[in-house]
């Protein structure tokens, strides 16, 4: 399937040359020409006839790439075999087509690769392109070939100079055709002071490495198997094998070492004449070589390690396996840039939601205020309205000193009527302190009906107070029976356990006392036995005393010193054998006092024990 994509890739540059007025179709003869060369190329029977049939419908007009499809697959691509035909021939055939319509170098002669080496930055360019059509390289493929270039001169890229020309034209960003890569190469901008041979040797050495799968090649001294003698040889190293030829220019091959998952590579020490040694040993021979020093023996045993990974993973190129890789990587990034921007539009709308709730509150803050102003406009009201009254009254009072003037002037005319005037007069002064009273009144009754409101309030919220700090009282009282309860089981729990550990310690007091007595009767025993062994001891001695020396008629006795007379070293002996055994039975007699007293000592002990759970018990009655 790889090598399908990628012939699809040069026969679609082949099939757009050919499209002159870039409306998607060819004519049919140019297809017939196109076949015809692939046929060659790809060393496939020509079958001329089936083109005719094919195309049979369409001899009024030429032929999309769609409908050309069918046919490419169908009597071409289904036919061709891996290694029966030389890819570079066939790249270079459709190369040659697109080549003479869109490949325009400089006709001064100043363009940086050769017509060659453009070939072969194609070559390379349809190897990293995307698998979509039209074919473009993205900008990280795009560095990437251009740094592997690069690095074959010995020179670093100007990556600012690239992310300049990439950020001119928006276009790029999303990819690159080939014209704009050559035309970018042709323009000396990023390789701008280094000469054009140098280029054509890192172009050649780019397309050896990525194309031909080269993983590494140069000379080295390989020894025979027949002769043993060492020659030196050019060895290209690719991941199905190791080649030798005679020379770099690869014309006379030698002989080539097969590589699978079951090789290996290893140092070898320096003899023969030759250092920098290694080995590559297979399952029916091992090739021993040498290279020029320390680091190429080191480069060329870690590219065979890596030619035989790839054999064990089964994979037949390394530059295909980092492709996928990077466009694998590309997408994460891609994934992780698309996550991140759904992030971030989360949290617009989270920013976007949280500037309406707070729009939301000025509306209902607004609202507030609002009701605020109607609170003092009804209060203003009011007040108002008690001022206008307040006037009536003083309108009213105004009202009555005047008739009050005016029945004083009328008493002067009518004295028969000023008792009663002055009667009315009376009436209306108490009618007025009455309404002076019942607005006074008013008056308070409003106030003591606000104040009673404000207190009413106050005693329904201590109220609502009182009742839930008396609900947790209760709750907490119930929780503190039950706790007591709980304490009172524990308390009685441990009560019968004293009990039975008193009763337990009784019995083993019991048991003690009677295996004192049992001692105490053993040890009066012993001592009557160790009496009765002394005074044995003091017997037989007297008696072998007098065996072992027995006086003779007439015998005289020696006298030492002092005027004494002389015990016999016998008798010494025998005095101190039984001195001896006397201080053992003391001892023994005191082993066995000191064993009593410790037993005193215990059952003193038992008993203090055996008193304690009473106290116990007698101090955790009180607190039930």
Known sequence: MDLRAELLKSIWYAFTALDVEKSGKVSKSQLKVL???????????????????????????????QGYMPYLNKYILDKVEEGAFVKEDFDELCWTLTAKKNYKPDRNGNSVVSHKDAFKLWCLFNFLSEDKYPLVMVPDEVEYLLKKVCTAMNVELNCCELDDYLSQDPQHQSGMTVWQFLDLVNSGKLLRGIER??????????????????????????????????????????????????????????????????????????????????????????????????????????????????????????????????????????????????????????????????????????????????????????????????????????????????????????????????????????MQERLQEALHQEVKARQDEESVRYAQARLLAEEEEKLKELMKLKEEQEEYIIQTQR????????MENKSKYLEEAQKQLEEVRENRQRVDQDVMAAQRKLRQASTNVKHWNVQMNRLMHPIGP???????????????????????????????????????????????????????????????????EPSN
């Open 35 to 65: 076949s015809h060369n692939l046929y060659t190329v790809l060393h496939i029977p020509h079958d001329p006839v089936a083109l005719e049939e094919h195309f049979r419908d369409d001899d009024d007009g030429p032929v999309s790439s």
């Open 487 to 494: 304490e009172k089981q524990v308390l009685k729990q441990e």
């Open 554 to 620: 007439g015998e005289k006795r020696m006298t030492a010193c002092g005027g004494f007379p002389s015990i016999p070293p016998v008798l010494l002996t025998r005095r101190e054998s039984s001195l001896k055994l006397r201080q053992r039975l003391e001892d023994k007699n005191y082993d066995l006092e000191r064993e009593d007293s410790k037993k005193n000592v215990n059952n003193s002990e038992t008993r203090r024990l055996s008193l304690s759970p009473d106290m116990d018990t007698t101090a955790t």
């Open 197 to 430: 041979e140098a280029v054509s040797m890192a172009v050649e050495e780019v397309y050896q490495e990525v194309i031909e799968d080269m993983l590494k090649q140069g000379y080295l001294w390989k020894k025979g198997q027949l002769r043993r003698n060492w020659s030196e040889r050019w060895f290209t190293l690719k991941p199905s094998a190791l080649s030798y030829y005679m020379s770099e220019e690869r014309k006379e091959k030698k002989g080539s070492i097969a590589l699978d998952k079951h090789c290996c590579v290893e140092v070898l020490p320096d003899r023969d004449g030759k250092r920098c040694m290694f080995c590559v040993k297979t399952s029916s021979r091992t090739y021993e070589m040498s290279a020029s020093d320390t680091k190429q023996r080191q480069e060329w045993t870690l590219a065979i390690q890596t030619a035989i990974r790839l054999q064990a993973e089964g994979k037949k190129s390394l530059h295909k396996d980092l492709k996928q890789k990077r466009r694998e990587q590309r997408e994460q990034r891609e994934r992780r840039k698309a996550a991140k921007e759904e992030e971030m539009q989360r949290l617009k709308q989270l920013q976007e939601e949280k500037e309406r709730k707070l729009q939301e509150l000025e509306l209902l803050k607004e609202a507030q205020r609002q009701a605020e102003l109607l609170l003092q406009e009804e209060e203003q009201r009011r007040r108002l309205q008690h001022e206008e009254m307040q006037k009536t009254l003083e309108i009213q009072l105004k009202e009555a000193e005047q008739a009050r003037a005016s029945m004083q002037a009328e008493m002067v005319l009518k004295e028969a009527e000023a008792e009663r005037q002055r009667k009315r007069i009376v009436e209306l002064e108490e």
